[in-house]
């Protein structure tokens, strides 16, 4: 079991935007706003759930947590609050892109500038739905999230070809990928 270490967590949550950048901008509509079917997420879906959860989930918490204890539970996150938030369909990728990479910088700098020190990990807070956790846990989920949604991100773009790689299929195992992440 791999203990929680807040700068392997940050060496992935820093490089989160990088990656969705070099894998998204430019790149033509059908990789963008292509989905896996009726109420499923296309790439600009998740990015805007990334940045919902940079506004109101990541750090938020963290403030409760380490302000209030297990005393006051975090707020709900809506998971689906970039669906409802109206998004301008016309807009290319590129902006979402650089307001997650901004609110991204923002919210890691207000980490570090925390100072936090490993007696601090052990730190308990109350999650509305799963109860007590502790802030190495909210930290370490914060970027498995990442990566969950980077895998959600691949899976999805390679649905588009679906079909246009015949035979070949069976050998590519993001196509039989039944999805471990719910939107």
Known sequence: MTEFSLAEAIAVLTRTPATLNALLRGLPDIWVRGNEGKDTWNAFDIVGHLIVGERTDWMPRVRILLENGEARPFDPFDRFAQL???????L???QPLDEFARLRRENLAALQALNLQHEDFTR?????ALG????????ATWAVHDLTHVHQLSRVMAHQYRDAVGPWSVYLGVLQCAGHSTP
């Open 92 to 94: 290319a990728i590129d």
């Open 84 to 90: 409802k938030e109206g998004q301008d369909k016309s």
């Open 132 to 139: 007590v956790v502790t802030l190495s846990e909210l930290l």
């Open 124 to 128: 308990r807070g109350r999650h509305p």
